[in-house]
């Protein structure tokens, strides 16, 4: 068998898909006012991303684009308008978007919350431009909210640099009473199909890690609608689900900290990461919740079963993605923090690895092809920057890189390079450099196959 030899300590290879151009620098983050759909808004923006807040509805992030293709469910019966908790009398007004719920949910008791249009949810917050330039910070401060005794704060940051777009949400006691709460992050992505609006999108997916410790049976639990519903399958300790319209909820105690959603149409996806405390009481042992909205079976006075009537129109096509924190307990004045990130980024195909720099949807491989290391791979990553091959010895020692490619969240990333080689080397690593030369970490390691 041949052995395989790295040619110098540095390679740059000017083949393929690196003759691409390199990342262009960022060009400042902005906070501006504006108009969505009829509201009063406010935009924050950067190269990639604008995020359209509706402060007026209980703070809400009403729209995320990303190369001007938008992720999220705006309600058309809802559009421009605006109900208060009094003319609400109790309902919830369901007008989309993204926002920050308590949980546990449910009308036994006072430690859970009915949905119904409240403070929290429903009344104005106070919005406030914190920084622009280099990075973008802005605050939105919701009122007390009498129900649950709480009230939210929620800081939301956009660099220059990247797409990605970090979520401060705090809950704090505004009682003279202990109070005990979870927060919910709950985000409703639009389902429609943009070609045909009275369709559903069919190629819509969502995916998280099943937990191998998982306390429920099968690894989920369907809370409503049908247990067997085929929309939701298992395999290779991936939970995956393929939107139906059919209403269904279904609970995971993931452990692993992301959840991915994934539009093989568009050729767009939605990150959302978080942190998980291990032994943490979360609310049901949920941490995260995929709600598809649909019609869902009826039972008559002579229990019968029937499927209730929709329409695009009475019954929406959204699913909501849903992350719980931890329920804690806040003596009077305390707070609690619950930190959560979002990368949205160009890809077509299921996530099989989850990095600090982006998502591996083809496992890297590395073969000796002759006198080659031939190595391939497909990836999106969360910032602009170049990918960088890092060579290492049997004994791990680092003994040379290569310089790959320029890549750009808002374009799928595929490797098919050959290597010549003049040293020995076992494992090879692709790492992902910033255009300042930020390290974000590695995206894949693979041996090398001999």
């Not at 920050?100 to 119904?116: A, F, K, L, R, T």
């Not at 019968?304 to 929406?316: F, Q």
């Not at 930190?339 to 591996?360: C, F, N, R, Y």
Request: hydrophobic share 35%; proline share 6%.
């Amino acid at each position: 068998m041949k052995s395989l030899h790295l040619v110098g300590a540095l390679l740059v290879i000017l083949i393929g898909p690196a003759l691409r151009a390199a990342p262009r620098a960022a060009t400042g983050c902005s906070v501006n006012p504006g108009k969505y759909q009829g509201w009063d808004a406010q935009l924050v923006s950067n190269r990639w991303v604008k995020l359209t807040f509706v402060p007026q509805l209980g703070g809400r992030l009403m729209q995320v684009e990303f190369n001007g293709h938008s992720y999220l469910f705006s309600n058309p019966r809802f559009r421009g308008k605006y109900i208060s908790p009094a003319e609400a009398k109790g309902d919830w007004i369901n007008y989309g978007g993204d926002k920050i719920w308590p949980m546990p949910e449910g009308s036994q008791d006072e430690n859970h919350w009915v949905i119904q249009s409240t403070a929290i949810d429903d009344l104005p917050y106070y919005f406030e431009t914190l920084s622009e330039g280099r990075q973008c910070v802005v605050r939105l401060t919701g009122q007390t909210d009498a129900i649950t005794g709480m009230r939210i704060v929620r800081t939301v940051s956009l660099s220059a640099d990247t797409p990605e777009i970090r979520f401060h949400a705090v809950m704090e006691n505004d009682t003279a009473h202990p109070i005990t709460w979870s927060i919910q992050s709950v985000s409703q992505y639009d389902l429609e199909d943009q070609s045909h609006p009275e369709d559903f999108n069919r190629d819509l997916w969502a995916f998280t890690p099943r937990n191998p410790a998982s306390s429920f049976p099968d690894g989920y639990h369907v809370r409503y609608g049908l247990a067997e519903d085929p929309a939701f399958s298992l395999a290779d300790s991936l939970f995956r689900l393929q939107w139906t319209y059919f209403g269904n909820e279904v609970w995971l105690d993931t452990a692993a900290g992301w959840l991915a959603i994934v539009d093989k149409e568009s050729r767009y996806g939605m990150i959302e990461s978080f942190k998980v405390t291990p032994g943490a009481d979360y609310p049901g042992n949920t941490t995260v919740i995929f709600y598809k909205n649909g019609p869902s079976v009826r039972f008559d006075r002579k229990g019968m079963a029937s499927i209730t009537e929709a329409s695009p129109v009475t019954v929406p096509y959204y699913m909501e993605a849903e992350i719980n924190s931890p329920i804690v307990t806040l003596q009077p004045g305390e707070t609690y923090a619950f930190d959560t990130q979002w990368h949205p980024l160009a890809i077509a195909a299921e996530p099989k690895e989850m990095h600090s720099s982006g998502v591996t949807t083809q496992r890297l491989r590395a073969t000796i092809q002759g006198e080659n290391l031939h190595l391939q791979g497909a990836f999106s990553v969360f910032a602009p920057g170049n990918l960088i091959a890092l060579f290492f010895s049997n004994s791990g020692k680092q003994i040379g890189q290569a310089d790959l490619q320029a890549v750009d969240p808002g374009q799928p990333v595929s490797l098919d390079l050959n290597l010549p080689v003049t040293q020995t080397i076992e494992r090879v690593s692709v790492k992902l450099y910033g255009v300042d030369k930020q390290d974000y970490g590695i995206l894949s390691t693979t041996q090398i196959e001999k």
